[in-house]
């Protein structure tokens, strides 16, 4: 209605209380929509479009609204490290391993969201083609986030990679090492 009625401001407005108030509905999609097509959208609202987009399954438009809030002035820096992990994850699942590579490779992140970030990118990098990178990167995970459940999860894969080569001595080492981590992960009990 107020497209209709020329003020976009308004709409604006209504289309990002939208998204904000029902952000996994069918409506917040089309509200994603519209608001993508008006002019000097904000960091926010290109971010907000972007998680929609990828909610949805389409992943090409929700990179580009996440793209589109990094290359914004003023971004929380916070926010920004959460927003190149989703971004990464979106790559990796889109088998995008190069770009993901790079772009978690921008993740500085101390906390829960570096250690994840860390983590895909070593399985990017493995996934690439590039399994000697993969192991370091994994061994990093490690060695800086130690007691997480992504240093969990990179213990278990190191050692799944030192059966699959048939060093078994290693690969029961870091069996040993996951399980004795612990955490929430899933791969401690595998482990």
């Known amino acids: 209605i107020e497209l209709q009625r020329g003020d976009t401001a308004a709409a604006k407005t ?4 939208t998204l904000a108030a029902w952000p996994f509905s069918d409506v917040a999609l ?3 929509r519209q608001l993508s097509a008006l002019p000097r ?7 907000e479009i972007g998680r929609i987009y990828l909610r949805f399954g389409n992943a090409t438009r929700g990179r580009d609204g996440l793209v589109r809030y990094l290359k914004a002035s003023g ?5 920004a490290q959460r927003v190149r992990y989703e ?7 889109s088998d995008r391993y190069t770009e993901a590579v790079r772009i978690l490779s921008q993740v500085t992140a101390t906390n829960s969201i ?4 860390m983590l895909l990118k070593g399985r990017a990098q493995y996934r690439s083609d590039k399994q000697s990178a993969g192991r370091a990167t994994f061994a990093k995970v490690v060695e800086q986030f130690p007691g997480t459940d992504a240093a969990t999860r990179a213990l278990f894969m190191l050692g799944d990679l ?3 080569d048939l060093e078994y001595d290693r690969a029961l080492e870091h069996f040993k090492r996951a399980a004795a981590v612990g955490g929430t992960s899933e791969s401690a009990g595998v482990a």
């Open 162 to 164: 030192y059966h699959d």
């Open 87 to 93: 971004l990464g994850r979106s790559n990796f699942d």
């Open 41 to 47: 959208l904000t960091a926010r609202q290109h971010l």
């Open 30 to 32: 089309d509200a994603a």
């Open 114 to 117: 570096g250690a994840e970030a």
């Open 14 to 17: 209504a289309f990002s209380n």
């Open 75 to 79: 971004i929380d820096a916070d926010t």
